[in-house]
């Protein structure tokens, strides 16, 4: 492709997909996911294909249309093959499986839903660090979704501490319903 194709591509591209500058990095991280994602499987097709017909062969023969040279891909595919490579990929994969709780605050920060919950409260002062740590891992229902939300049983343990909490008055963050469930928090993360 020349160069002055690729120029009349992207114009064309510009002039079709007008978005505002505020969306611009949104749409941005989704492209790279979707390319990342779509990277992963190419190569997990490419090493079972490397099992029968061995890996150069298999790499040729599963190059994306949009790899402009097989250099750059034969690079790639040898980069990925690499025994480092598949050590890090474990370990990371062994990292998102012990991931138990799914943050359901989008970007939003802790300190952001403690001020939205305050702002929305009758009662500001009572908004408790439990409150807070609840708002942001319990499960949503989506809209217009007849599917009940469900809460992780670590959820469900705090709702319940919360409530005993509740009766028996307030406590500190060292015996507070998070505290209870999780355990105390390492030094130097949360200032009373």
């Not at 919360?162 to 015996?175: D, F, L, Q």
């Amino acid at each position: 492709m020349s160069r002055l194709q690729i120029e009349a591509e992207r114009r064309l591209c510009i002039q079709h997909y007008v978005v505002h500058e505020w969306c611009k990095k949104h749409i941005f991280r989704k492209m790279v996911k979707i390319w990342r994602d779509h990277r992963s499987l190419v190569m997990k097709e490419v090493m079972e294909q490397a099992e029968v017909v061995g890996l150069p062969r298999a790499a040729t023969q599963l190059k994306p249309d949009i790899v402009d040279s097989m250099e750059e891909w034969q690079t790639f595919v040898k980069s990925r093959s690499t025994e480092e490579f598949r050590e890090k990929s474990e370990r990371f994969k062994s990292m998102r499986e012990k991931k138990t709780l799914l943050h359901r605050t989008s970007r939003k920060s802790f300190a952001s839903l403690e001020a939205e919950l305050k702002q929305q409260s009758e009662m500001p002062d009572a908004i408790s660090r439990s409150d807070v740590w609840l708002r942001a891992y319990e499960a949503k229902q989506k809209n217009g979704s007849a599917e009940e939300a469900v809460d992780s049983e670590i959820v469900k343990q705090v709702k319940k501490f919360k409530e005993e909490e509740t009766v028996s008055g307030p406590s500190s963050i060292k015996n507070d319903a998070v505290a209870k469930v999780l355990g105390p928090d390492p030094r130097g993360r949360v200032v009373e």
